[in-house]
């Protein structure tokens, strides 16, 4: 290799050959931080791929009666059987819609209540006792009589997933809102900020990681309260095929629709999640 | 854009300062006594003037910066900024506190651009957001967040920020209190050349006898008087020379003495 190589060339040349030995500080983090989520997954997926081997074995070797704990492989075929007739499809969708709407729903009301209860002494001392008492309630008595006055439809189950979402976007917003650093507040108001200024440009910024952990918090909720809707008076939904399957004994479609609830939940909260670093990276 | 029209929208001119008898109590409960925390403050200060407040910790210099301020309301007495008084919150003050109080989420940049006053165009107030951050050597870090800046830029910023809008009155509560004694210094040489540079009125609060005499024009010494509640002014003292200011200055010693010895310390001074 002659000695007049340009160092664009020259650098080119050392990157191809030699790149897995001569990096900068950034690849090296890079490829540590990659190592680090490959340990993650790996750690995270050791349980339950324990526990599937156990039901295996317990299905396999007898250690339970074989019509009480349907075995894997009879769960994925009972699974395969509802999707080819489009039923697990149907149910898996109404059922995320009906979470999306109520959780949206809930969300924002939960927003709204929850920025007057925090923001204003005298809003706090009129509503936080009842909505208190409100939310002690527990979800399935508000079943009956929402199916009373909305019907066997959409708008009940929506209405309850919505009464789920709204309590813990409440509780965390009105209470960080109550905390926001009182020097940052009185900074805002020395600069002429009042009102709806302040509000934006101090209060709610300064309260969006509770926000986040609020609708983290709530969207957990809203499944809760969607299966308490679908288990009584539905004629679709996961929880209407965990009702059904018991109706009809069906232990592998009932371990089916858990395993749905837990995957889908599991996914809308990574989801959730995704969007919490984003927004913590700017705002945290 | 010319430069003289810039200057005359951004800078307003510096505003004189006046107290009248002023007094703050705390406590009207019917059951306890009110405490008086200061009473009969009168003080004139002078457009462009810079005045330090010193006196004992809880002696109320700054609740006495943030009645100017209109942060607080004093219970007797009147203050007035240009002969007008003093609205809550008042826009004609800009205020920097001992904690730089910066918004965490916020860059350098966006943090001064609180500052400015409402209704100026955005292009404009970017300018004056740029020639601040010139002005407290924070250029290089315009887009870096509190966390990631020290002690001392943060109060730069904070400074900035007060200055952002021109104030006819610059308030500062302690400012340089909580940084290390080397900081302090070019801080405080740093506030030298942002006076000479954007000449406003400044009130400060210190209980730094030496950064009183470096800064101010004069230093108003507060404290109580025997059997009397509350503090007042008991001393005012011209400080002579222009700034920039020898630290080692012999006739500044002398005073400083003088000023440590109304705050209750010995100096340890020998006239010569």
């Known amino acids: ?284 | 854009m010319s430069l003289s029209q810039r200057t005359t929208t951004l800078e307003s001119p510096a505003l004189p300062v006046s107290l009248r008898g002023v007094g703050r109590s705390f406590g009207s409960g019917r059951k306890e006594l009110p405490t008086t925390v200061l009473r009969d403050v009168d003080l004139d200060v002078t457009a462009g003037e810079i005045v330090a407040l010193i006196g004992p910790s809880g002696c109320g210099k700054s609740t006495l910066l943030r009645q100017i301020s209109g942060l607080d309301t004093p219970t007797a007495g009147s203050i007035t900024i240009d002969d007008r008084s003093i609205a809550p919150a008042d826009q004609r003050c800009a205020m920097a506190f001992q904690e730089p109080r910066l918004l965490p989420w916020r860059t350098a940049a966006r943090n001064v651009q609180l500052g400015l006053a409402r209704g100026l165009d955005r292009a404009r107030g970017a300018e004056r957001v740029a020639e601040l951050l010139e002005l407290v050597h924070l250029s290089h870090a315009r887009d870096q967040r509190p966390r990631e800046i020290s002690g001392g830029m943060a109060q730069r910023v904070s400074l900035a920020r007060a200055l952002a809008r021109g104030p006819g009155v610059l308030l500062l509560d302690e400012p340089f209190g909580a940084l290390d004694a080397l900081t302090r210094l070019s801080m405080q040489d740093l506030l030298v050349d942002i006076h000479a540079a954007e000449p406003t009125t400044i009130v400060f609060v210190t209980h730094d006898v030496d950064e009183a005499l470096i800064l101010a024009d004069r230093v108003v010494l507060l404290g109580s008087e025997p059997d009397l509640p509350g503090a007042t002014i008991r001393r005012v003292i011209s400080v002579p020379g222009s700034r920039p200011r020898d630290r080692a200055d012999a006739e500044l010693g002398e005073l400083r003495a003088e000023l440590l010895d109304g705050l209750g310390v010995p100096s340890h001074h020998s006239h010569h």
């Open chain 1, 1 to 284: 290799m002659s000695t007049s190589i340009v160092p664009s060339e020259r650098a080119a040349d050392r990157g191809a050959l030699a790149a897995p030995l001569d990096d900068g500080p950034r690849q090296r983090e890079a490829r540590a931080g990659r190592r680090r989520s490959a340990t993650r997954i790996a750690l995270g997926g050791a349980l339950p791929i324990l526990l599937i081997a156990l039901w295996y074995a317990a299905t396999a070797f007898d250690w339970v009666p074989a019509h009480k704990l349907p075995s894997p492989d009879a769960v994925i075929v009972a699974g395969i059987d509802l999707w080819e007739r489009g039923l697990l499809g149907m149910h898996i969708t109404i059922s995320v819609q009906r979470v999306l709407l109520g959780f949206a729903i809930g969300a924002a009301a939960g927003l709204v209540i929850g920025a007057i209860v925090g923001l204003s002494r005298f809003a706090d001392g009129v509503l936080a006792p009842t909505v208190g008492a409100v939310r002690a309630v527990p979800s399935l008595a508000w079943v009956p009589l929402l199916i009373l006055y909305l019907g066997f439809g959409e708008d009940s189950k929506v209405t309850l997933v919505a009464i789920g979402a709204l309590f813990p976007v409440y509780t965390t917003v009105a209470g960080a809102l109550r905390h926001v650093d009182p020097h940052l507040v009185e900074m805002g108001r020395a600069y002429g900020y009042t009102r709806s200024r302040l509000l934006l440009t101090v209060q709610l910024p300064a309260v969006i990681p509770a926000i986040i952990s609020g609708l983290r918090l709530a969207l957990a909720q809203a499944w809760l309260f969607l299966v308490a809707a679908e288990l009584v008076g539905s004629t679709m939904g996961l929880g209407f095929l965990l009702i059904e399957s018991q109706g009809n004994l069906r232990y592998d479609r009932l371990f089916l629709a858990i395993l749905a609830l837990g995957v889908i939940g599991k996914t809308t909260d990574a989801l959730i999640g995704i969007g919490e670093r984003a927004l913590l990276k700017r705002w945290g």
